[in-house]
Structures are given as C-alpha cells and as structure tokens.
C-alpha cells in the first residue's frame, strides 16, 4: 500500500504547459507500474499514462507526442509534463499506483483547466 498526493494543476491557456507531480508516501521502485488518469465533466475516467519502474512508458493516443511521464524514484514522484495544452485536457488528473493483486491505489486529484 502507498498513500498518493497528487499537485500541480491549475488554469492555463490553449498551448500552455503544466506539470503535474505524484508524491507517494513510500518507495515507489517496486511497484509495478505507477499511471496517470483523467476525468473530465460528464465522462468517465480514462487512463493517460503508464511507467513501469524500467522506465517503460505508454500514452493513450490524445495526448501521445503532448505529454511525457517521467519517475525520480529518489523522491518517490511520478511527473506528468503536459505541453500543447487543449480545451479538451481538461479534467481532474488522477496518479495510480499499480501493485499488481496486492494493492491498487489513488490520490486524490488536481484539477487541470485549460481555457481563454
């Protein structure tokens, strides 16, 4: 088990760029994959990014070549850099940590807004 707390999110403008950070109570070397999701008003939470303690990376296809997740496990945080920011990306951002059968965990959220 890990306790997440997720920061960074805020208001920023079409194009603009944010980065989020997911501080984890613990080491996060052994788990298994650590990912990023998203919920935005009125539709259901979707998965945006995976790393895996390798530092294999996947994306879902709207933000592939937008977004890069990053780990520095030294600090126990998972990034999430969002350049080329759109009205869409709007959403409360969700980190995860991915313990396979033994646990599966969430932070509470930050609220990405991308509006003129």
């Known amino acids: 088990q890990v306790q997440l707390v997720e920061s960074g999110g805020g208001l920023v403008q079409p194009g603009g760029s944010l980065r989020l950070s997911c501080a984890a109570s613990?080491?996060?070397?052994?788990?298994?994959?650590m990912g990023w999701y998203r919920q935005a008003p009125g539709k259901e939470r979707e998965l945006v990014a995976t790393?895996?303690?390798?530092?294999?990376?996947n994306y879902a296809d709207s933000v592939k070549g937008r977004f890069t997740i990053s780990r520095d496990n030294a600090k126990n945080t998972v990034f999430l850099q969002m350049n080329s920011l759109k009205s869409e990306d709007t959403a409360v951002y969700y980190c995860?940590?991915?313990?396979?059968?033994?646990?599966?965990?969430w932070g509470q959220g930050t609220q990405v807004t991308v509006s003129s």
């Open positions: 613990r080491s996060i070397f052994s788990i298994t994959y």
């Open positions: 790393i895996t303690s390798s530092g294999s990376s």
């Open positions: 995860h940590a991915h313990g396979g059968l033994a646990f599966s965990n």
